[in-house]
């Protein structure tokens, strides 16, 4: 068996250490006397006399120096333990403890419990016997809904608000309102991109040039499926052909030889006053739509990847399962199909 490590009092220490230093005997006697490494001697020797009053400690000991600079990193981390919680708990202070226990306990992976309860002002009992705690009927409901709530807002490309997210999942079965909808997407930072609204200039005056009455009236009222984008779309681009290959294309509020072509194609024209934009209003609308929530997110490199990414935009999902707000919040495949049972 082997024998076990001599272990050495401090006041051990202290005298071998004299009797080197204070009575003159030899490092390698005083070694041999002591049944000690002439090493082990000589390291007693230089830490005594580089801090007689704080030389060994003892086992598991530090200095007194030293156990200060410990005690003052473990005061640094737990400090900046505090200030990233802080950092990141900013939102919740003014919420209730619920809220806070939760925070706590989505995080205790990352910071420890203590930390948190003593950034946030709530006691650690309470963090546990809330732990324990049943949840609500509210809190079960969130529960349910709230993953509905992030699938359907990724399949919308991050698009979808409030309107447009309280159909969608009534849609998948579950009975809530406006209200709550909003708390949850607020809460998990789900917000769709703002329209950026500027009202354009109007003038008042009727352009002397204009040769259409205005017939549109500015009404869009949807009369049944498809009837925002026809069939015969290629008749208007053979008609601007037509003008451009002309050589007189004419101008873009009255367009004289146009209309003319138009006419004879069965297009109805209508114009308004200048400076009033209303009369393309649905046009733009979808343009504005296009730019918030597609275009102005991504990058393009070519005119090839614009293409496609337009593309996919338009017929994957705003042609097919987007929630329009003209059509009562309905995707256009839900409204035609009711449109053909009626």
């Known amino acids: 068996m082997a024998d076990r490590r001599r272990r050495f009092s401090r006041e051990f220490k ?88 939760g925070f706590v306990a989505k995080h205790r992976g990352i910071w420890p419990v203590e930390v948190q309860c003593e950034a946030l002002g709530v006691s650690r009992s309470g963090f546990y016997a809330w732990c324990d705690r049943p949840l609500s009927p509210r809190a079960r409901a969130d529960a349910l809904l709230l993953p509905t709530i992030r699938a359907s807002f990724a399949a919308s490309d991050s698009t979808y608000g409030v309107r447009r997210m309280l159909p969608e999942v009534r849609a998948a079965g579950h009975a809530c309102g406006r209200a709550s909808v909003a708390r949850l997407m ?42 925002e984008m026809g069939g015969r779309l290629h008749v208007c681009l053979d008609a601007r052909g037509m003008a451009l290959r002309g050589g007189r294309p004419g101008s873009l509020l009255a367009p004289r030889r146009g209309l003319g072509d138009a006419t004879s194609l069965g297009i109805t024209c209508s114009m308004s006053r200048s400076g009033n934009v209303w009369d393309n209003a649905v046009m733009e609308s979808f343009f504005s739509t296009l730019k918030i929530e597609r275009c102005h997110r991504q990058p393009y490199c070519t005119r090839d990847d614009a293409r496609a990414d337009i593309f996919d935009y338009i017929e994957r999902f705003y042609n097919l399962t987007r929630r329009h707000s003209s059509l009562g919040n309905q995707s256009p495949i839900d409204f035609e199909r009711l449109q053909a049972v009626a």
């Open 186 to 227: 607020r809460a998990a930072g789900l917000f769709a991109r703002p329209q950026r609204r500027a009202r354009p200039t109007d003038t008042g005056e009727r352009p002397t040039h204009q040769v259409a009455p205005n017939t549109l009236d500015r009404d869009f009222t949807c009369r049944g499926a498809q009837s």
């Open 14 to 101: 202290v005298e071998a250490v004299r009797l080197v230093v204070e009575r003159g005997v030899s490092m390698a006697q005083a070694a041999r006397d002591l049944g000690v490494h002439a090493n082990v001697l000589r390291s007693w020797v230089r830490e005594h006399r580089a801090d007689p009053q704080q030389a060994f400690p003892g086992v598991g000991q530090q200095k007194r120096d030293d156990a200060e600079v410990t005690q003052l990193r473990r005061e640094v981390a737990r400090l900046k333990q505090e200030r990233d919680i802080l950092k990141k708990a900013a939102a919740y202070f003014a919420k209730g403890v619920d809220v806070k226990f």
